[in-house]
């Protein structure tokens, strides 16, 4: 069912990278930006599909910071994932523990900043194993700790998000099933779903030459992790990612098309299902 090898991270990224706090000059684009949504501190719970890539957080933050939404105004993405886990093998309550994680960063010199906060998160994203939503002997678990990791986070005063993952190369009948339990979860939770596999799908049927996924189907490669990355810039920020100036080095044209399947994907899932408490 996965096959990765034992490894745990912990990334902390403020700003454009891991471990600091200061960016350059922000650099406005030409999208149709809305108005965000006020979640300017991330915690990011998952397993590699996160951190695949340079880990997915910092390509947000890329993102954002294109659009002038990083650094100088506070915004924080903290990333902990382990290899191949379900939300089971995550303690968050201990992720709110003071003097924990983002307790401190790095910025300009090497310096430590000891950071202090009336809540060090305004909402989690939350990623379960790749089949652990719809499979029969684990399934029971993803909406056990859909619920109580929720209540978690809005104990902290943090909102929670679910990041619904793609399906494997070889098993697109994944996509819909997946979607189906992501949505169930967000509706019992009254959260936002980021609709990261419906936007691969949506991206296959136009461009099948773009290849989202590494050779063993499953992970990400650097253009499905950009792809996510804008699914989620629209989701939870509300900020279209169409001509932003960050493309992780990708050719134009496929950030281009990666950009606009994320922003009509977005648009059409919430117009359906909604934003959960993040209205």
Known sequence: MRLQRPFVTLITAVALAACSSVSPAPTTTSSAA?????VKTLLWIGNSFFYY????HGHVTQLLTAVGKSGAKGYRSTSATISGSGLNWHDLEAHFKPDGVASYSFVAGNEV???TFDKPFDAV?????SQCPIHPKLQSLFFEFAKKDSEIARRHGAEPIFFMSWAYADKPEMTEQLAAEYVKAGKANNALVVPA???FANSLKKRADIVLTIADKRHPTLAGTYLAACT???SVY?????GNKYAAGLPADVAAHLQAVAWDTVQSFQAKEGRGSLN
């Open 232 to 234: 989620v810039l629209a």
């Open 125 to 129: 994203m939350m990623m379960d194993c």
């Open 53 to 56: 890539n340079n880990s997915m």
């Open 238 to 242: 509300k900020q279209n990612p169409v």
């Open 197 to 199: 596999g419906i936007a």
């Open 113 to 115: 900043k000891f950071n």
């Open 34 to 38: 809305a108005e965000t949504t006020d």
